[in-house]
């Protein structure tokens, strides 16, 4: 088992910066893929950003190319999600999951993944 906990979110005006943290405990988190996701309200849980095992690749969906990056530390067992130039689109509840069982992570979907968090709210005002 792999317990998750999301924290950093909250709000911030349009073009500003928030840092997601997901803590991990448990089983060593380390040995797998670890993504982001978001649901906005009224809308289905999407795919934000997506990180290898072993930190060598990196993966974002094209609404936040640029503007968010993906990280963890194996040494703190926590993975991060850097977002840059917040839109109001971008507001959401934000999560964050590992152990990727998918094909691909071009396609990574909810299901993929095994172990997820409680999630954090991000709201983004115009």
């Known amino acids: 088992q792999v317990q998750l906990v999301e924290s950093g979110g909250g709000f911030v005006q349009t073009g500003g910066s928030l840092r997601l943290s997901c803590a991990a405990s448990?089983?060593?988190?380390?040995?797998?893929?670890l993504g982001w996701f978001r649901q906005a309200a009224g809308k289905e849980r999407e795919f934000v950003a997506g990180?290898?095992?072993?930190?060598?690749?990196?993966y974002y969906a094209d609404s936040v190319k640029g503007r968010f990056t993906i990280s963890r530390d194996k040494r703190e067992n926590t993975g991060y999600l850097q977002m840059n130039s917040l839109k109001p689109e971008d507001t959401a509840v934000y999560y964050c999951?590992?152990?990727?069982?998918?094909?691909?992570?071009?396609?990574?979907?909810?299901?993929?993944?095994?172990?997820w968090g409680q999630g954090t709210q991000v709201t983004v005002g115009s």
């Open positions: 999951a590992v152990e990727f069982l998918g094909r691909s992570w071009t396609e990574a979907h909810p299901r993929d993944f095994t172990y």
């Open positions: 448990g089983r060593t988190f380390s040995r797998y893929g």
């Open positions: 990180i290898s095992w072993n930190g060598g690749s990196e």
